[in-house]
């Protein structure tokens, strides 16, 4: 299954893109799933996944917490979180 992936902020900068189509495992099947996923293939992705903690997501243009299935998402963003002004 191919996702789309949109990567903002610091997330984009660590990896240097801002978007990508990747298609996980099977064993991939959650929020914390695909970050680790992503995190474990090195490099920019692995300084921009260190803190999972850290990272949000939205799934199609609903907010997602780390547990939630990524089953049939089409496009999934990824960023550091955002404060306020």
């Keep these: 299954m191919a996702i789309d992936l949109l990567y903002f ?18 064993e991939v099947i959650s929020i914390a799933d695909l970050v680790g ?7 920019g992705y692995a300084e921009a996944f260190a803190e999972p903690s850290r990272i949000r997501a939205a799934i199609g243009d609903r907010f997602a917490e780390p547990d939630q ?16 002004g």
């Design 69 to 84: 299935p990524i089953s049939g998402a089409r496009e999934i963003a990824l960023f550091p979180p955002v404060t306020g």
């Design 9 to 26: 902020a610091r997330v984009r900068e660590a990896i240097g893109r801002s978007a990508e189509s990747v298609s996980p495992p099977s």
């Design 37 to 43: 996923w992503l995190a474990s293939r090195g490099g």
